[in-house]
């Protein structure tokens, strides 16, 4: 009507009214801070750390050196020689050896041929102007002064490289054709398990949404049985299948299970749970009255297929095949457990830190991984935002009708599916149980004691139980309180903002990202920090962080349900914001807290991709130990260590279950009476 | 509560208040003053402000300039939790895993009450709305509005100096709307608590406050009480949204007298100079049916229509009528039944009807 005129002819306003904080505003705003500062040491400081080692090189500047060398009678002649024109003469080192990682060392003695560390010559070395670093035994010598050193001693000079930024570290990758061949094999892998996986649980989704067959509640189960355990094992069931002497080698024609198909098959089995749970999720929610409408209409099931069906769980559908897409790209364990010689990229990062402790390397590759990763979840997003507005309350739930001969069909199929899951798991447990495959076939508890093995025996198993329940427990306090702080305060917006941009990282890192980038922040002498690498600390810290933004996405779903006035009203009522929180929050919110709580319990207790950089002999895991295990040739201890997981996990997700239901009936007992 | 006592001084003074949000500007320039012991509705359409200026009030969103006094204390930048009210939302906002009586005792705890007091206040809160016994249940096994009326009872448990509501009843269905009014009028005499309530209906306000504040894009519009704002609206704007009625444009062509078209019309006193351009207003139960004749004696503004379209409402026929006098609209009027069985006015039929001229206003046309 008439406001832009008026808008323009009164006063605007002076003197702004600046809010007095009241004692929670303060409180709150502190607590988001801390939570905050958390999330930057335990994340954007790692990431940082790593991001700029993937730039650094380090050089041998030899022209930074210079040496005198004495006669037979120890006489120095006045005669200076830079080491750089020495080595232009000799050739002794070829210009590109010159590159080397941050622990390189080059010993002096090369650029002398006739040396004898027996002969009284004498040398002098210096660097020419405090750039120069040289090691003379364990001391490090960094001035210009000349060090006067017999031979013997000579011998145990060593020169160090010199740091420098810039992109050479990704030209090297990308002109060594062995290592980014991994992007296109951990592409071509992630495309082809994804396609697979949601295709199998599309199907499986919608036999058990849209049919009437049986044992709906036993196939969802078993759905989710791959969930409990770590993704080393469905390499290991591999083995045993198709391996050298699997039971059923015969099916794969001379193919070999360590490559592609062995990666495939795993890849299907740990992640088809993801996606059997986003798509059934999808199809759940679509609305009845449009079947209703397609059967008015005469439409074929097929044709009510593509036009209602399809396009009701499009979402579902492509977000499950990010996130499959997402977890089979950034996947360690399998690959490493039978991915034989084909190399992709999260195996070649370990390759890189652990086998060759080239570092810069390893944090190019990182920086590699990221980018498909970084990706897939934005995409997701991106689609899952979608989904949600799909919903109406309008919407009727559709009741599927019997049909025998479909229900059959479906039962079968679930059937197959669900015994190619139990039969990996239930292969895992028969190789630990028996004495030696596929000779000695007759029971034994031999492959359980795991203290005669490498990978750190029974205690793993106990540390990766305290880990969990650390994790757990910290985790959930941290995160449903992060989570509380952002939803529930008032003002601060920018803060705010950052501090949802924080919790939604984590999951765009891949594991082995964020346990090198914590190796390169907590590892580093000149960081205060540094006392916890290699304690049971830095593991939960990282653990809490790789799984806080699925746990904190879940929190702020609990959160939103609640009525956004009750902050207001507790507020009027004068009383502080913590009792609101202690005697309404956390009661209404107690299932998403248990629900994070045995998320992040799980996970931590199948994790491997993050803490394989950050354990030490003291704090090895359950999952590590599976995975040294089978490196080791131990497959059926590790076997027999996997499934002691799965069980823990099951016994965890027991005690869920009560506790859910016990707790839940005292303190929800406003929930049933509706 | 260390307030003036005087019920004729203002207990809470709203001064020039500004509120943005980003590029867009939620209240503009917003003042007023509300007497102890009042009950004062802010009444407009959707967006027109008036929850952004009770939350302002309460302290819930800042203003962004302007000033806030409750009794003699300013206010202004003061957080919720130091300020003094009540206040109940229209989601009632109960705290679902608590019992009533603990949700009514929410706000006496930490107050230096005695588990006793607490218990007894509650149970005299309880009577209070009608609700004794519902102590010891859940939220969610009341109905809608007894669920309000608990909320009610939470706000004032603790004797606030002001009680806030925010669209308190929008949620229940018209029968319980209509009760709750009542009982929540009743209440409010009975405490005496100043009460500021916001609703865009406009039967609740006139039906229970005894000044509204009818606002619109953030401005008030006017300030009366209900007969006022109803009977004589200041702006054109709140003629149109309060009530029903038809408008015309026309020019001033003399004393109380506007020209439209050809036609001249007596109207009520007004402060509009000669060849000024106006709008006028008619409300629709003011135009008088005189039957298909023209009776011998009859007064100023008396036209014949055309009935073009007769709507039964029960109490009353809403009427379209069509003059020559007036092409430009349709004249809505509306006619008692009794009125339209003894004229045995029907469809179709050509009518005289009377404009009063104490019922025609005229307004700015610049506002329209």
Partial sequence: ?674 | MEGIKDPQSSYLSIKNLWKSFGSFTALKDVSLDIKEGEFVCFLGPSGCGKTTLLRAIAGLDLQTSGAVVQGGKDISNFPASERDYGIVFQSYALFPNLTIEKNIAFGLENTGRSKNEISERVSELLDLIGLPDQGPKYPAQLSGGQQQRIALARAIASGPGLLLLDEPLSALDAKVRVYLRHEIKTLQQKLGVTTIMVTHDQEEALSMADRIVVMNEGKVEQIGTPNEVYCKPETLFVADFIGEMTQFRGTISGKNLVKIGNTELNTVEHRFANGREVSITIRPEDIIPLGAKLPTKSGKNVFSAQLVEMEFLGSFWRCKLKSDEFPEALVTADFSVNAVRRLSIEPKQILWIELPSQSILAFDAQAA
């Fill in chain 1, 1 to 674: 009507m008439n406001t832009a005129s008026i808008d323009n002819t009164v006063v605007r306003p002076k003197g702004l009214v600046k809010a007095k904080l009241s004692r929670d505003d303060i409180i709150m705003r502190g607590g988001m801070i801390v939570i905050a500062l958390y999330l930057v040491i335990s994340l954007v400081f790692p990431l940082y750390s790593m991001f700029s080692k993937s730039f650094s090189t380090f050089q041998y500047d030899l022209s930074k050196f210079e040496v005198q060398v004495s006669d037979d009678a120890g006489q120095f002649s006045p005669k200076i020689t830079n080491l750089q024109n020495l080595n232009e003469d000799l050739k002794a080192i070829p210009d590109e050896e010159l590159s080397t990682g941050s622990g390189g060392r080059l010993g002096v003695t090369i650029f002398f041929p006739d040396f004898s560390f027996r002969s009284p010559v004498m040398y002098r070395i210096r660097n020419v102007d405090g750039q120069g670093r040289f090691l003379v035994g364990s001391k490090l010598m960094t001035g210009t002064d000349w060090q006067e050193l017999d031979s013997n001693t000579f011998r145990r000079v060593q020169l160090r490289p010199v740091r420098s930024t810039g992109l050479s570290n990704f030209i090297n990758y990308f002109s060594t054709p062995a290592l980014f061949k991994s992007i296109q094999n951990s592409i071509f892998i992630a495309i082809i398990s994804t396609i697979i996986t949601v295709i199998l649980a599309f199907w499986f989704a919608y036999a058990l949404n849209r049919s009437c067959m049986r044992f709906k509640g036993l196939f969802r189960l078993i759905a989710m049985a791959p969930i409990l355990v770590p993704s080393l094992l469905p390499g290991i069931a591999l083995v045993y299948l198709f391996g050298a002497q699997g039971v059923m080698k015969g099916l794969l024609f001379g193919a070999s299970i360590y490559g592609p198909i062995g990666i495939i098959i795993g890849s299907v089995f740990f992640t088809f749970p993801h996606a059997f749970l986003i798509i059934s999720t999808a199809l759940a929610i679509s609305d009845g009255r449009l079947y209703e409408a397609a059967i008015s209409l005469k439409a074929s099931p097929w044709k009510t297929f593509w036009t209602v069906t399809i396009p009701g769980a499009r979402y579902g559908i492509i977000s499950a095949a990010f996130v499959v897409f997402n977890l089979v790209i950034t996947d360690f364990g399998l690959p490493k457990v039978i991915g034989g010689q084909f190399n992709v990229l999260a195996v070649d990062i370990y390759k890189q830190v652990i086998g060759q402790q080239n570092f810069e390397m390893g944090a190019v590759v990182s920086v590699v991984l990221i980018i498909p990763a970084i990706l897939a979840f934005a995409i997701d997003r991106v689609v899952q935002s979608k989904q949600v507005a799909l919903l109406t309350a309008r919407s009727v739930p559709f009741n599927p009708k019997p049909s025998s001969r479909a229900d059959l069909i479906f039962t079968i199929y679930c059937g197959l599916v669900g015994l190619f899951i139990i039969g990996m798991l239930g292969i895992c447990q028969f190789a630990a149980l028996i004495k030696f495959w596929p000779y000695d076939l007759s029971l034994s508890l031999n492959n359980y004691q795991f203290d005669k093995m490498d990978g750190g025996g029974w205690g793993a198993y106990y540390n990766s139980i305290k880990m969990a329940l650390l994790t757990a427990l910290i985790g959930t306090c941290v995160i449903f309180f992060g989570a509380y702080l952002v939803e529930k305060s008032s003002g601060f917006k920018t803060g705010r903002a950052i501090f949802q941009m924080f919790a939604m990282l984590p999951m765009a890192i891949p594991g082995m990202v964020l346990g090198l980038a914590y190796i390169f922040f907590f590892n580093n002498p000149e960081n205060p920090l540094h006392i916890v690498y290699g304690t049971m600390t830095i593991l939960v810290i990282c653990t809490v962080t790789h799984f806080y933004t699925v746990s904190h996405l879940t929190a702020v779903t609990a959160l939103k349900q609640m009525d956004s006035e009750f902050e207001s009203v507790s507020a009027s009522l004068k009383q502080p914001t913590f009792k609101l929180f202690s005697r309404v929050t956390v009661p209404v919110c107690l299932p998403a807290i248990l629900d994070i709580a045995i998320y992040l319990f799980v996970n931590a207790m199948t994790t491997v991709s993050a803490v394989v950089f950050l354990y030490s002999p003291k704090t090895s895991l359950a999952s590590i130990a599976v995975l040294n295990m089978d490196d080791a040739g131990d497959i059926a201890p590790a076997a027999a260590m996997g499934m002691m997981i799965f069980y823990t996990n099951i016994f965890a997700r027991v005690i869920h279950l009560t506790l859910s239901k016990g707790v839940l009936r005292r303190t929800q007992a406003w929930r049933s009476s509706n």
